[in-house]
């Protein structure tokens, strides 16, 4: 480019011949940048895990125990993560819904990744700094926490990409959902909706209402620092505030629904460490421990129902 200019400056070239010079400049450096990006994607594509494992991949469950009717909870054994998996059909509506509005409300419109949602998570990083958006689809999030970490880099970004869209391809929406309600996590060590609604209502996620659906929806984006039992309360409810204003903004919720759940009080479940007949439950962990294995009771999501009676207890 010097040289150019030298030459033109001395009249040895004229603009036609510069403009000629600098347009097949540009096309080399539009090429190889081209063939430099198609490496790296081709490379980001060879690491990136099966997109069929994020079904066959094991799901930490915690174990309960039971006493004699296989419905009262006496204990919960768990590692690092208080998980429960269950079925599309029970969740409620309500907390799906949540999910999309303040998650991806284009969910079932895009195919993975979402151009607009993109492109408004950039522009607000621009405005009010980096990390203050999000532009991640509900299912990148999804393969983020399942298959290849959260780790923030280029390389881990591509690979979620690749695989958000290879998802989008073998699994139907609702079974999407499924998985993202089941693997995310919610505070206190409660990973998937229906621990966490046990957690903080004592009530399978099938009961949810609008307003414990939005409250549940406010907790992933910030789950330590929005939890009911920590010291920001308010900005929670906040939060579930403009969930709530997001669904009724998308028609996902009527007027009277949404001014019902405005109104309903949300009360938490006491945070309590206590456990029901703690010398029983602990011979019958012993026990089962002993017979199975200590690690596979803690993650197998085994439910062990006992004989004894709580009520009479």
């Known amino acids: 480019i010097a040289q150019l200019r030298n030459r033109s400056r001395r009249g040895k070239i004229s603009w036609r011949s510069w403009l000629r010079h600098l347009l097949t400049l540009s096309l080399w450096v539009v090429t ?30 915690s174990t309960k125990i039971y006493d004699r009717t296989g419905t009262t909870v006496l204990y919960d054994i768990y590692d690092e993560e208080r998980r429960t998996v269950v079925d599309f059909d029970h969740m409620s509506d309500a907390i799906r819904k949540a999910t999309l509005a303040i998650e991806d409300s284009r969910f079932y419109e895009h195919r993975g990744f979402d151009i607009r949602g993109f492109a408004r998570s950039l522009l607000k990083n621009i405005e009010q700094g980096y990390g203050s958006g999000g532009g991640s689809t509900l299912t990148q999030q999804l393969v983020g926490n399942a298959l290849v970490g959260r780790e923030k880099n280029l390389t881990r970004k591509v690979q979620e990409l690749i695989l958000a869209i290879e998802v989008e391809q073998r699994y139907t929406k609702d079974e999407i959902i499924t998985m993202y309600l089941n693997q995310v996590p919610y505070g206190a060590n409660a990973y998937g909706v229906e621990a966490a609604s046990q957690t903080y209502f004592s009530i399978p996620a099938s009961d949810l209402s609008i307003a414990q659906a939005a409250l549940l929806a406010s907790l992933v984006q910030r789950p330590s620092y929005l939890s009911p039992y920590g010291s920001h ?61 200590k690690d596979i009771v803690v993650t197998g999501g085994f439910k062990i129902i006992t004989t004894l009676d709580a009520d009479l207890q």
Not at 51 to 61: D, G, K, L, N
Not at 266 to 284: D, G, I, L
């Open 32 to 61: 190889i940048s081209c063939i430099a990006l198609s490496l790296f994607v081709l490379y980001a594509k060879s690491k990136v895990p099966d997109p069929e494992s994020i079904v066959a991949r094991q799901i930490i469950e």
């Open 233 to 293: 309360v308010d900005e929670l409810f906040g939060r579930q505030k403009y969930v709530l204003g997001r669904m009724r903004q998308l028609n996902l919720i009527s007027e009277d629904a949404y001014k019902a759940a405005q109104q309903e009080k949300v009360a938490f479940k006491e945070k309590t460490n206590s456990v029901a007949a703690p010398h029983f439950v602990s011979m019958a962990q012993e026990y089962v421990s002993q017979k199975y294995g």
